[in-house]
């Protein structure tokens, strides 16, 4: 089950350009987002990630030459199978759920109304996680933790391990991060 292996290490590694992909699979890390690709190359990125036992969560909007809807997810589940979409549009959660994939929705907290925003679209779409970005603003995953029960994922704007450890404490399980030399498990830190 994909939240018992995320608990084992807490992070995941945003990848962004191809040569973090072996980087990746060097790391005891076991999910991943690809944020690069085309339709071309993203099923050879997600067989080599998925050969090497990892989750892998495609952010479809970073993927140029898919299309944002049912159809384009059809493919997504049947023809390049990752675990699961990142995603900042939540009427794709549904389809993307009918499809067997694991759904996390992205929320980008730049100021309250989008916060509300982004926690009623939650209630309503249901994804398998939440992703609140930025990351260096731990506060608010107490608040969030308070109006849903969705489990949290925070990243963006991560620095450094203590950032990360700081995510973890005020209640997220996870932290995402492109920067390869904080690729390293928190558990051993935070426990």
């Known amino acids: 089950m994909f939240l018992e292996r995320l608990k084992e290490s807490q992070v995941i590694a945003s990848i962004k350009e191809p040569k973090q992909l072996e980087a990746f699979v060097e790391t005891d890390i076991q999910a991943a987002f690809l944020l690069l690709g085309n339709l071309t190359v993203i099923k050879r990125y997600v067989d080599f990630l998925k050969e090497h036992d990892r989750d892998v969560f495609l952010h479809i909007e970073k993927i140029p030459g898919i299309s944002y809807d049912r159809e384009g997810l059809k493919f997504i589940a049947r ?113």
Not at 87 to 116: C, H, M, N, V, Y
Not at 136 to 145: A, S, T
Not at 178 to 191: A, I, N, Q, S, Y
């Open 79 to 191: 023809h390049v199978q990752p675990t699961g979409i990142v995603t900042t549009k939540p009427s794709l959660i549904a389809a993307a759920k009918k499809e067997g994939l694991i759904t996390i929705q992205r929320l980008f907290l730049i100021d309250s109304d989008a916060l509300k925003n982004g926690l009623e679209s939650a209630g309503q779409a249901r994804p398998d996680f939440l992703e609140l970005m930025p990351g260096v603003v731990p506060h608010l995953i107490e608040h969030v933790k308070k109006k849903t029960d969705i489990p949290i994922i925070t990243g963006g704007l991560i620095q450094n391990r203590r950032q990360m450890e700081k995510a973890i404490e005020r209640g997220a399980t996870a932290v995402s991060t492109g920067r390869t030399h904080l690729w390293k498990p928190l558990v051993e830190v935070v426990r």
